[in-house]
């Protein structure tokens, strides 16, 4: 991996919710971790050997964390025939993949061997394949009522990290509170379907099954595509300290509103984005960015406080180690600047006012995927390679 300099940033987008800015302009990257932050007076933009990019006063920000991914096994989705879709969202800045359920494997299985052994299968696949440099968190067990408490801490022995519920074979959607709650005990992050029915087969449901089952997310709680009702929405900010997810693929104007109301609470690390695809939306490379840039748009939030729901947040519920421009981290950044033509000189003013900002390099692992991402406008400024 070596050694990758990123300078001439003139804002740094931490993915911190609570402190979403950062004093620098250069990050060092060594062996696929960020090893230093701060100046290019102070750390040096040319160290022997490195590899440095110049990002001409744009913006330097963690890769976008998609926390409703909808993998199946390598990079296909079978929903959309389209394969090498998850190499075209790393060009549209998403670095990292969070499976919510592989309930769009052809045929997939609904017994309690096979609904493990999917989890597992997908988990293990996943755990090296790393499609156009994207970390994909795979294997999200599908929770059936045929599963026993042993099965979830089998399942956490195995690397298993994650379950969704909402498609199983239960008659009353609450008859799932112990499988959630012993999935939880196990250490898996439980994400749960919300709102309307889908179109992959999720059941309905409502505020008072998410009260009862007290999963860890609220998935797409904007709709997937159908939304919560509002009132429900409060109750689940007043009664638990669940994350709420709000989605692409969902309902824009429930997602405005469900943000607007965790930012009066003070809430907004409890809010996580996802794209929810590929769906019957398709496949939308740029899906968490537009979101992003919506809720800075349309929403009110600062750029980059809104670009910390994609990430920081995205990481925190989920115990990732990405999702943060930090020491430590893994080396997962994204070079933005304003797109040509645009009214705007810098990459926030942009996103203020609606435009897309260009992506000018995509680097994960520490390793440059793309200069620049070929999804966003051409950048006014780009990326340069100086060494």
């Known amino acids: 991996m070596g050694t990758l300099v990123l300078t001439g940033a003139a804002t740094v987008f931490s993915g911190d919710p609570h402190a979403p800015l950062l004093d620098a302009d250069t990050v060092v990257c060594r062996d696929g971790v960020i090893e230093a932050i701060g100046r290019a007076r102070s750390h040096g933009a040319r160290l022997p050997g490195a590899e440095v990019i110049d990002l001409g006063g744009g913006t330097l920000a963690p890769g976008l964390i998609d926390s409703h991914g909808h993998v199946t096994f390598g990079d296909y989705s079978p929903r959309q025939r389209t394969v090498d879709y998850l190499a075209g969202y790393v060009q549209g800045g998403i670095t990292t993949t969070v499976s919510a359920g592989e309930v769009h494997v052809p045929g997939r299985p609904r017994d309690r061997a096979g609904v493990k052994a999917l989890a597992v299968a997908a988990q293990r696949c996943f755990s090296e394949y790393r499609p156009g440099g994207m970390r994909v968190r795979a294997g999200a067990v599908l929770i059936e009522p045929t599963l026993t408490q042993e099965d979830f801490a089998e399942l956490a022995e195995t690397g298993v990290r994650l379950a969704k519920y909402g498609f199983g074979a239960f008659a009353d959607p609450v008859d799932g509170v112990e499988h959630v709650r012993w999935a939880r005990e196990a250490g898996l992050t439980v994400m749960c379907h919300a709102g309307g029915a889908s179109a992959a087969g999720g059941a309905s449901l409502g505020g008072k099954a998410l009260l009862a089952l007290r999963p860890d997310v609220c998935g797409h709680a904007n709709g997937g595509p159908t939304a919560l009702p509002f009132a429900e929405v409060e109750a689940l900010f007043d009664e638990t300290d669940m994350a709420l997810q709000v989605v692409q693929a969902g309902n824009l104007k429930a997602a405005l509103r469900l943000v607007e109301h965790a930012a009066e609470r003070g809430e907004l690390h409890r809010v996580v984005v996802g794209s929810d695809t590929p769906s019957g939306f398709g ?3 740029l899906a968490v960015l ?15 406080v809104a670009w910390s729901l994609a990430t920081g947040t995205v ?5 990732l180690p990405e999702g943060r421009v930090r020491v430590g981290a893994p080396a997962d950044l994204l070079g933005l600047a304003a797109p040509a033509g ?24 520490g390793v440059v995927r793309a200069m620049p991402g070929r999804m966003t406008p051409r950048p006014a400024v780009p990326a340069q390679l100086l060494s």
């Open 342 to 365: 645009s009214q705007a000189d810098t990459v926030a003013e942009a996103m203020r006012i609606g435009d897309i900002p260009a992506i000018t390099v995509v680097v994960s692992d």
């Open 290 to 304: 537009k979101t992003v840039l919506e809720l800075t748009a349309l929403g009110g939030l600062e750029p980059e």
């Open 283 to 285: 496949v939308m490379p």
């Open 315 to 319: 990481s925190d519920v989920w115990r």
